[in-house]
């Protein structure tokens, strides 16, 4: 399989991330992988979509570090994307919204293009565009979602507050817990800067606070609309805030412990399942809390690194090989 990375800016990719541990893993399996930066394409008078790409090579003794090290210093090769086998989507579009307005849409707008090319894409770009969204939680049965508002106008913010209470409020568009704010109840004092603060970066989301949520959320991996397990084990754990911070967000400093799947959870997935296939979502993570999906992760998820440390295996071969299989099924 001819596979490549469409990621953010292949100079700033982390070693320690879910993309490297993929491209390990596609390496591992005797696969040409490649990592394409959202500004290294280009589209000449020959029609075709090239790429000044980095191969990902993997060296017998290589950890994480070095392999990530010798993509970035490895120069870069013209590649002709339209004889790409497939595309794994992972540059995460809000890291690009503020500081490269111009990069954000294009994963999905070059994913398209290589679709119709015959290329097999993941996530399929045209759900993505959508999926990246926190509306997209909306198409989901309401059985399994927490009550929502989403909305630009303070007034409708404060009258959800005043009749849920205990809520939090959030960006549309968002990641890492950014811009997130716990509504302790009705008359929150200080709501009205929480809006300003939500509202500069668009829309908001407003969502009922839902019982255990101050003891973390889980993260769980999906693959083709079914939990992601290898060897036994399921690719889940649950996130644990630090302090007096309520978001668990690793990257907001909480931490990953190990998570039980239970009942509550297979029905959760059984009824995400149809839509997850339907729409094309081969890989994603979703956060829930107390039998409530609060985010679904389209678009770049991540915390492979908590899967491996915590249960000591790794999954990422599972994904590449299920990948392979897609595109070996495709006419």
Known sequence: MRLAFFVNDVETEIDEYATTRLARAAAQGGHEVWYV???????????????????????????????????????????????????????????????????????????????????????????????????????????????????????????????????????????????VFMVEGPGEANLAQMTEAVLQDGYAVVQEFVDGGENGDARIFLLDGQLLERDGKTAAFRRVPTGNDPRANISAGGRSVPLEIGPVERDIVEAMSDKLVADGMFFVGIDVIGGKVVEINAESPGGMQSVERLYDIDVCPTVIEALERRTKSKP
């Open 37 to 179: 930066g959202v500004g290294d394409v280009e589209l000449g008078e020959n029609e075709h979509l090239m790429a000044r790409a980095h191969a990902a090579q993997l060296a017998p003794d290589d950890t994480l570090a070095t392999f990530m090290l010798r993509i970035k210093e490895r120069p870069a090769e013209r590649i002709v994307m339209d004889d790409l086998d497939a595309l794994f989507l992972r540059n995460e579009s809000i890291d690009d919204l503020q500081a490269r307005p111009w990069a954000s849409p294009l994963g999905v707008v070059f994913g398209q293009m290589l679709k119709e090319r015959g290329v097999t894409v993941v996530n399929e770009p045209t759900s993505l565009s959508r999926a990246t969204s926190k509306l997209y939680l909306e198409e989901f049965p309401e059985k399994i979602r927490p009550r929502s508002l989403v909305t630009r106008d303070p007034e409708s913010i404060q009258r959800f507050a005043d009749e849920v209470g205990h809520c939090v409020v959030k960006p549309l568009y968002g990641a890492k817990g950014r811009n």
